[in-house]
């Protein structure tokens, strides 16, 4: 499928918005407008005249570059199976701690109900999920100057429990009762279910990331360009020779890697062959599981 010649991803490179196949529109617009704050920004059709929605932050400018999330609407989705490859969570990125904290606070305020916390050690998380099941993670990184490396230059992570407490002390009493979802976030990674995870970690690695954390003794491996600590995470705790991804499906329907250079997208097109040409700026592929990833410069 692919040559021998390597790339590397500039780091510069970004995750733009995933785009959910969803079957019940609009109980999933309820949750991201009320619960996340997002506001529809455009309203179109695609392909076999399916309604997609895309949704960015309040206060966004309507000539906004990239949504945060797109919704397609389709009532006929197909139900995934529990060992399916696909969505594991799309990860929102928030600028700060405290905008973290405004985040959990005011989620909590709504009454959505919380997955769970994490101190990554170099980032802090919360976890939750959509109404058709989702996942959803929402971080802020720690300073880049404290994350720790290993002997091999890998970025040290860990799943340790977030201190809500210290988090909340952000925030003084009266900004605890503020329901506004931060502003400035964006798509920080993709985390996606393999059904083999050696399979995909070498397809994503020629496509130009770097593994940045391996736990594949775990079952899990995580890569990005620029020395970021993930752009994506792969895992296969409940896929592993299970299911691939098959179009239709509800769940993740195509994710986006953005990149400023075209010279990525010509390098891309040449070194694999299986790729739809959508137009001069953008290509369109599958990975090994059937997920489409897409490829824009801007």
Not at 74 to 93: E, R
Not at 150 to 174: C, H, R
Not at 256 to 268: A, M, P, Q
Request: proline share 4%; net charge negative.
């Amino acid at each position: 499928m692919y040559n021998n010649n390597k790339i590397k991803m500039p780091s510069s490179m970004r995750i733009g918005p995933p785009t959910l196949r969803i079957k019940d529109l609009q109980k999933e617009l309820s949750f991201y407008e009320t619960n996340l704050g997002l506001q529809i920004n455009q309203i179109y059709e695609t392909e076999n005249n399916l309604e997609t929605v895309s949704l960015g932050f309040k206060g966004i400018s309507k000539n906004y570059t990239d949504p945060l999330l797109i919704l397609k609407h389709d009532p006929d989705a197909k139900q995934t199976m529990h060992n399916f490859a696909g969505l594991y969570h799309f990860a929102i990125l928030v600028p700060d701690r405290k905008n973290l904290a405004f985040a959990y606070s005011s989620i909590k305020n709504s009454n959505v109900h919380f997955d769970g916390f994490a101190d990554h050690l170099v980032s802090e998380s919360l976890y939750l999920h959509d109404p058709e099941l989702n996942g959803i993670e929402i971080y802020s990184d720690k300073p880049q100057n404290k994350w720790k490396h290993d002997a091999k230059g890998y970025v040290i992570m860990d799943t340790l429990p977030l201190d809500l407490e210290s988090l909340l002390s952000e925030l003084n009493q009266e900004e605890r009762k503020n329901n506004a979802f931060p502003n400035g976030a964006k798509i920080g990674h993709m985390h996606l279910r393999v059904t083999n995870l050696e399979r995909s970690v070498r397809f994503y690695q020629k496509l130009g990331l770097d593994i940045t954390y391996d736990w594949s003794r775990m079952g899990a491996s995580f890569l990005s360009a620029g020395g970021y600590h993930h752009h994506l995470g792969l895992n296969t705790w409940h896929s592993l020779g299970g299911k691939t991804h098959v179009k239709d499906e509800i769940g993740l329907d195509s994710f986006e890697i953005i990149v400023s250079d075209r010279s990525i997208i010509e390098t891309l097109e040449h070194k694999f062959e299986e790729h739809v040409q959508k137009d001069p700026n953008q290509l369109s592929f599958t990975d090994p599981d059937g997920i489409t990833i897409l490829i824009k410069s801007c």
